[in-house]
């Protein structure tokens, strides 16, 4: 399935949440999909091994590749929005980890989103930064270099007290990190609900910051619904892409606004 130019993965967690989540990759094959990511899954940083077998097995079952998967993110359904910059859950974050390193090898899986985490009372801002530089320089480190950890902006207002608004904002992080590291597998995740939300024109954000763009997800803006739901011009974000030399995945991330395979009207093939 593409979308453009561009081969299209389901993300399992936003789409086809009408089944169980183990069923959603038979049915994302079965609706034309052959790629999918997730976020995370698992109710805790350190699943059981059995837990993490049930979910690579239900994705081999189904003739899916698996292509991007997010970090433990905390509580999401409750509002927390990761732990990467969190000092106090530096042994959460290092768990999944372990687990993503694990994915990386035996899937090949190469995007992993390591949410960046909302500002807390407990640590300054500073320390909070310094803690995700940390843990980035070690993801980065532990991963295979085929691999790469994202780092994504949020929309304001939906997200709490976090901190990355804009591109820019991810790519000052970035840059940080890669004056403390010769390991460059460390990138900006472009989506265009949130980009859309904080007022980022998509298409100059893709020309002024293309080299670093490793995964685009999206979303219509307003609603986060699927193309033609919003104001997204999505044929210029993917003629720019294109233009711009990207050579990834464009993963829907979006909640149907009427069923997810009912809502699939906009695909162009």
């Known amino acids: 399935m593409r979308f453009g130019s561009f081969e299209l993965a ?5 789409l086809f949440t009408e089944l169980p989540y183990l069923d959603r990759f038979a049915a994302a094959r079965a609706a034309g999909f052959t790629t999918v990511e997730s976020w995370w899954p698992f ?8 837990e993490l077998d049930t979910v690579l097995s239900a994705v081999d079952a189904a003739g899916v590749r698996l292509v991007g998967l997010n970090f433990f993110a905390g509580n999401m359904p409750a509002g927390e929005r990761g732990v990467l910059s969190d000092p106090g859950r530096r042994d959460e974050f290092l768990d999944s980890l372990a687990v993503l390193t694990d994915v990386a090898d035996r899937t090949g899986c190469a995007v992993f989103n390591a949410v960046y985490g909302q500002r807390r009372g407990e640590s300054t801002p500073e320390e909070q930064d310094r803690c995700a530089r940390r843990n980035l320089i070690l993801a980065i ?19 709490g007290d976090y901190p990355l608004a804009t591109c820019q904002d991810v790519v000052s992080v ?30 100059t954000a893709i020309g002024a910051h293309a080299a670093l763009i490793k995964h685009v997800q999206f979303a219509d803006s307003p609603g986060r619904g699927e193309p033609g739901s919003g104001r997204v011009d999505f044929t210029a974000v993917t003629d720019t892409l294109a233009a711009a030399g990207y050579a990834g995945l464009i993963a829907a991330e979006y909640r ?14």
Not at 10 to 14: D, K
Not at 43 to 50: E, F, L, N, Y
Request: aromatic residues 6%.
């Open 10 to 14: 389901a993300n399992v967690s936003m």
């Open 43 to 50: 109710p805790t940083a350190a699943p059981t091994p059995a």
């Open 141 to 159: 480190a532990a991963l295979p270099p085929s691999a790469s950890v994202v780092l994504e902006a949020l929309t304001v207002g939906e997200s």
């Open 174 to 203: 970035i840059d940080r990190v890669f004056a403390e590291t010769d390991r460059r597998n460390l990138g900006l995740l472009f989506d265009t609900y949130h980009l859309t939300n904080n007022g980022e024109d998509l298409p």
């Open 256 to 269: 149907p606004r009427a069923g997810t395979v009912a809502g699939l009207g906009w695909v162009t093939g």
